[in-house]
Structure formats: structure tokens, C-alpha cells
């Protein structure tokens, strides 16, 4: 008789907990839908630059400074005039004195050999006399300087990251 008893009990309790309570469920499925749409939200207001990343020997010259960048073939196609290059110096660490912002003038690049065998394209850019980094520090010494430069081929949102791939896939 007590097992009998025992087991409807246990029954009734199972029933009870076996359901979660609606209240829990709904608030669950609204947190999780706010928070989906806040992250699509912030990739909508995120900038994200497609970017190619070259080598860049800058010296003095007498019109001031010229930089040399050397670039591997890919994505070469998609450098025009006017984007923005921004150079991070090795000598002056970027973090510390900040990055070096300037524009392509020309765009006639020049396909050479290096010693690896690799083909490399090279392309100038030319900075003024006085070289003032974005956080206002100035640059004055006469030695040549070396970095990285990163040139921006175009700055999108970070959505249009996510959704371009998929419309090739279903085009």
C-alpha cells in the first residue's frame, strides 16, 4: 500500500517538474531573440575595411619623404588612386607613438623578381616634408624607416561581411 502511494506521489511530483513553468520559457525564448538581434545590430553599426597589407621602406628625398611599398600579387587589382594607406613604422612602435596616414598618388605598379623568385609589385607614395603621426607626434630624424602599411580597398559594415558569401552561394 505505502508503495503504491509512493509511486503516485512520485508521480505527481514528476509531472510537476517535468514541465518547466511557462513564465521561464517565454523569458528564455525573448532573451535569446534580444540578444540575436543586438549582435546583428552591432554588426550593422561596425565598420570593417578590407585591407591589403604590404612592406614599405620610406626614405628622405629631396621633396621630402617617398615610401616604397612591396606587394605580393593578390588583390593588386583592387588598389586605386586616392585610398587610404596607413603606415605602421617599425621604428616607432604604433601603439606607443601611433600610425602614419597617407593616399596613393599613383597607380602604376611595377611587377619585378625578388631574390625568392617571388613577383612583387612596388609602389610609391609620398609624404610631406614634416611627419606628424594621428596622435600628433612628430617624426623628425633623417634615417629611412620600415613598417607595415595596410592600404583600406574599401570600409563596409561588418554585416556585409557575413551576408556577401551567402549570396554567392545562392546566386
Known amino acids: 500500500m505505502d508503495n ?8 505527481e511530483i514528476y509531472e510537476i517538474l517535468g514541465q518547466p513553468p511557462k513564465g521561464v520559457v517565454r523569458w528564455g525564448i525573448t532573451l535569446i531573440v534580444v540578444v540575436i538581434f543586438a549582435l546583428v545590430g552591432g554588426c550593422w553599426f561596425i565598420h570593417y575595411p578590407e585591407t591589403i597589407t604590404a612592406s614599405i621602406i620610406i626614405r628622405k ?3 621630402g619623404r617617398t615610401g616604397e611599398l612591396i606587394l605580393l600579387p593578390a588583390g593588386v587589382g583592387k588598389i586605386k588612386r586616392a585610398q587610404t594607406v596607413i603606415v605602421k613604422l617599425e621604428n616607432y612602435p604604433y601603439l606607443e607613438y601611433g600610425y602614419l596616414s597617407a593616399a596613393i598618388d599613383n597607380t602604376s605598379l611595377i611587377l619585378e623578381k625578388t631574390v625568392e623568385r617571388m ?6 607614395l609620398t609624404f610631406p616634408d614634416t ?3 594621428n596622435t600628433g607626434y612628430l617624426i623628425d630624424d633623417d634615417n629611412d624607416w ?8 574599401r570600409n563596409s559594415r ?3 561581411r557575413f551576408i556577401e558569401p551567402m549570396k554567392a552561394i545562392f546566386q
Open 4 to 11: 503504491k502511494k509512493a509511486e503516485s506521489r512520485s508521480g
Open 61 to 63: 628625398t629631396d621633396v
Open 119 to 124: 613577383p612583387t609589385y612596388h609602389l610609391t
Open 131 to 133: 611627419i606628424s603621426t
Open 146 to 153: 620600415v613598417g607595415t602599411a595596410e592600404i583600406i580597398i
Open 158 to 160: 561588418l554585416i556585409y
